[in-house]
Structure formats: structure tokens, C-alpha cells
């Protein structure tokens, strides 16, 4: 959440109060119609308050959809291609399902212009949903599933890019179904043997781990 500032210690339950009342905002009329005026009203606040606990709507936007956005848990399925497509799919349902529709793109827009806040957006809505796929990518490499050489990064950034457009662009991506397609064609280019990785995924789970 943004710093507070000096002077008269925040009311957690005023902070909560705001929080909440954005979130129903946005879900009822999105980012183009969002007022800090409506927001107060539901509140039981002013706007000058939010304004002092948030200079900017963005850093507001931000932090509502930081509370809702849950880190995805990391899966240890004894699986690379099932830890990957699970992965994905738990971002996916992470963005999709937790945020209000069609306000993660115009807030992306709208920080642009300002590095503070665009960097405050990629470190509370990104950088934290990246955090399985980047663990179980990691596990794969300690495995020896992926190819020498493999950016883990890369490899990230290449499975949550998609998940992040069509999140952006309002299009859906759910499920191992909607996931196992991409998580496929990455790993066809950068597992060891795709074959053996496809095979320990069709084994039950308690024989996987020996594989």
C-alpha cells in the first residue's frame, strides 16, 4: 500500500473501507467512469482523505486490485509439463477471475506516462503472480527437463506474456485445457525429451515423483 504520511496515524478500517468501496466501483462502472467521489460516498469518507492515503487514483487502483490478487501456490506435481500447465491456468484464473473486468489494461495505459507508477504496478500486480511459474520452471531445470542453456526468465516471461495479453485484450484463458497447448508448444523447443515429459504426465501421480 503507499507510504502514509507524516502527521496523524491511518485508520486501518477507513484504508479498508476505501479498498472495498473501489473495488465495487470499478466492477460496476470500470476505469473510464472511476471517481474518487463515489468512492468517498461509499466509503463513509472524503475525498481529500483517499487523497492524502493515495496521491493518485492509479496508486488507489493498484493497491484495491493488489488485495484481490492472490499469489498463485506453487505446484509440485512430480510433473514439469503438469507443474507448467497448472501454473499457467492458476495465473490465468488469478487475472481473470479475481479482477474486475476490463480495468487492468487502461490501468497499465494510465501508469505509463509516470515510471514511479508503472513500476509500482509491475512489482505489486506482476512480479508476484510470476512467482510459480518461475519456481516450477526452476524445478524443471534442476530436473534436467530443459534443454542447456534455457533463460528461466525467458521461459516465464514467454508463458505468463500470453496469460497478460489476453488478459489485457479480454479474452479468456482457463483451465489445463485453454493452458496445455502453449505450456506444450514451449516445451517441444526446450525440453530434453518432450516424449518422456509427456509420459510422466499421463503416469498417477504417486509413480511421478520417481521419474
Known amino acids: 500500500m503507499t507510504p502514509p504520511a ?4 491511518r485508520d486501518p478500517a477507513i484504508d479498508a473501507a476505501v479498498v472495498a468501496a473501489t473495488l465495487d466501483v470499478l466492477r460496476e462502472h470500470g476505469y473510464s467512469r472511476f471517481a474518487l467521489e ?22 488507489l487502483v493498484t493497491d ?5 490478487l492472490v499469489t498463485p501456490p506453487v505446484p509440485d506435481n512430480g510433473c514439469t509439463r503438469c507443474d507448467l500447465t497448472q501454473s499457467v491456468g492458476l495465473l490465468a484464473e488469478a487475472l481473470l477471475d479475481r479482477l474486475p473486468a476490463g480495468v487492468l489494461a487502461p490501468l ?15 512489482d505489486v500486480l506482476v512480479r508476484p ?12 531445470v534442476d530436473r534436467g527437463d530443459l534443454r542447456a542453456g ?7 516471461d514467454l ?10 485484450f479480454g479474452d479468456t484463458v482457463a483451465g489445463e485445457a485453454a493452458a496445455r497447448p502453449l505450456v506444450d508448444l514451449l516445451l517441444q523447443g ?22
Open 6 to 9: 507524516a502527521g496523524r496515524p
Open 108 to 122: 497499465v495505459a494510465d501508469c505509463a506516462h509516470d515510471p514511479a507508477l508503472h513500476r509500482r504496478l509491475i
Open 159 to 168: 508463458l505468463a506474456s500470453v496469460v497478460y495479453q489476453r488478459a489485457l
Open 38 to 59: 463515489t468512492v468517498a460516498a461509499r466509503a463513509g469518507t472524503t475525498k481529500a482523505s483517499i487523497r492524502r492515503r493515495w496521491p493518485t487514483r492509479q496508486s
Open 190 to 211: 526446450a525440453a530434453v525429451d518432450f516424449d518422456h515429459l509427456v509420459r510422466v504426465s499421463e503416469m498417477p501421480a504417486h509413480a511421478r515423483h520417481r521419474h
Open 64 to 68: 484495491a486490485l493488489a488485495s484481490v
Open 150 to 156: 534455457v533463460d528461466p526468465d525467458l521461459l516465464v
Open 129 to 140: 503472480s510470476r512467482h510459480a511459474a518461475m519456481v516450477a520452471v526452476r524445478r524443471a
